[in-house]
């Protein structure tokens, strides 16, 4: 009897030792805390298949104005970077010469209708024949052919504003001599303000529905995201890169005067999650094998301050390499977003918050 009860006690002793040994301990033999996790939500906050592209903010056009007539330039108000409205007298050249022209036309044309009423006049006194009446007939059409190109001329020696315009430089100095087409100073359209992106070949022909994609611009002249129209797309591949240029419209109401062309811009496109019923996870939230493509959802438990974790399969798509579509996980679950190797089905977790000082 007095052997078989040190036995006993001796294994009523280890049984709480081999206990511990099955939990995870510290090397000080004290268990180890519930190991935090990344977690992803599938819905809401969660970013829905997002591809985000430099911009550079471009002008509705861009044009440089020239005379129609040659002469002196004796006016030239434009200063780079101010904006000017619709119909601002921008330069001029020497009015002189076309006001001579003008005036010169206007006294033939008085002297042509003079001798046509004239010829009239003998023709019917049969004091002239009736070709010579036809011939200061055309005289008299041809002085005032004359008088419509001197006026036209006096109106093109002024340059207008077509449009509300940036002016983006002057091409010309003030008091020199210009020629007919020789570019005074070029203007941007700033009636609709416009961002251009160039989107890679491959993924803009994977898009087949433009119209589930929402594009949104950041800047640090705004304070939050602003929403771009799609305008149109250049139906040309660039020589370099392979990649196709799309344009984009910023709202009017959202155009500050220091949007100006050549300004960089974020620009984030965005597939609904509705449309495409998938969302863009990284690589490490997805583990890929043999038996497929799955990710570690998180359930937590009662208390909320942790919870468990277990394997659901998938079924995913990548464009590029570096990010992976997921479709078939509720929008309400949580995902664990990386260090999924290390964790098994039914493990104990607790979401992770962020890192804390002592």
């Given amino acids: 009897?007095?052997?078989?009860?040190?036995?006993?006690?001796?294994?009523?002793?280890?049984?709480?030792?081999?206990?511990?040994?099955?939990?995870?301990?510290?090397?000080?033999?004290?268990?180890?805390?519930?190991?935090?996790?990344?977690?992803?939500?599938?819905?809401?906050?969660?970013?829905?298949?997002?591809?985000?592209?430099?911009?550079?903010?471009?002008?509705?056009?861009?044009?440089?104005?020239?005379?129609?007539?040659?002469?002196?330039?004796?006016?030239?108000?434009?200063?780079?970077?101010?904006?000017?409205?619709?119909?601002?007298?921008?330069?001029?050249?020497?009015?002189?010469?076309?006001?001579?022209?003008?005036?010169?036309?206007?006294?033939?044309?008085?002297?042509?209708?003079?001798?046509?009423?004239?010829?009239?006049?003998?023709?019917?006194?049969?004091?002239?024949?009736?070709?010579?009446?036809?011939?200061?007939?055309?005289?008299?059409?041809?002085?005032?052919?004359?008088?419509?190109?001197?006026?036209?001329?006096?109106?093109?020696?002024?340059?207008?504003?077509?449009?509300?315009?940036?002016?983006?430089?002057?091409?010309?100095?003030?008091?020199?001599?210009?020629?007919?087409?020789?570019?005074?100073?070029?203007?941007?359209?700033?009636?609709?303000?416009?961002v251009e992106i160039d989107v890679p070949e491959r993924l803009f022909q994977s898009l087949s529905n433009v119209g589930e994609i929402s594009f949104v611009g950041t800047s640090p002249l705004f304070d939050s995201e602003v929403p771009l129209v799609l305008r149109e797309f250049n139906a040309e591949t660039q020589n370099i890169g392979q990649s196709y240029r799309v344009t984009l419209a910023l709202p009017s109401d959202e155009v500050q005067p220091a949007i100006i062309p050549g300004a960089s811009m974020t620009v984030a496109a965005r597939l609904s999650a509705g449309a495409a019923g998938a969302i863009t996870l990284p690589p490490s939230a997805v583990s890929i094998g043999a038996d497929g493509a799955r990710v570690m959802l998180y359930t937590p438990a009662e208390d909320g301050q942790s919870g468990t974790v277990d394997w659901h399969s998938v079924d995913v798509s990548s464009l590029d390499g570096t990010e992976i579509t997921v479709t078939g996980i509720d929008p309400a679950a949580l995902i664990v977003g990386a260090g999924i190797q290390m964790l098994r089905a039914g493990d104990t977790v607790r979401p992770f918050t962020g890192l804390s000082v002592e």
């Fill in 1 to 194: 009897m007095k052997l078989i009860f040190p036995f006993v006690a001796a294994f009523v002793l280890a049984a709480p030792l081999n206990a511990q040994e099955t939990e995870v301990l510290t090397p000080s033999g004290d268990p180890a805390p519930i190991r935090a996790v990344k977690l992803i939500p599938a819905g809401g906050d969660a970013v829905q298949n997002e591809r985000i592209f430099f911009g550079q903010v471009a002008a509705l056009e861009t044009v440089d104005l020239s005379f129609e007539v040659g002469g002196r330039l004796t006016m030239f108000e434009a200063r780079e970077g101010q904006f000017v409205e619709k119909g601002v007298q921008i330069a001029a050249l020497d009015l002189a010469p076309f006001e001579r022209a003008v005036e010169r036309a206007t006294l033939e044309l008085a002297q042509a209708e003079r001798d046509l009423t004239r010829a009239q006049t003998l023709v019917q006194s049969n004091a002239a024949s009736e070709t010579q009446a036809e011939n200061a007939e055309t005289v008299r059409d041809l002085a005032a052919v004359s008088l419509r190109e001197a006026t036209d001329a006096l109106d093109d020696a002024r340059l207008a504003a077509p449009f509300r315009a940036l002016v983006a430089s002057r091409l010309t100095p003030n008091f020199a001599n210009v020629a007919p087409g020789q570019p005074i100073v070029r203007l941007h359209d700033m009636s609709e303000v416009r």
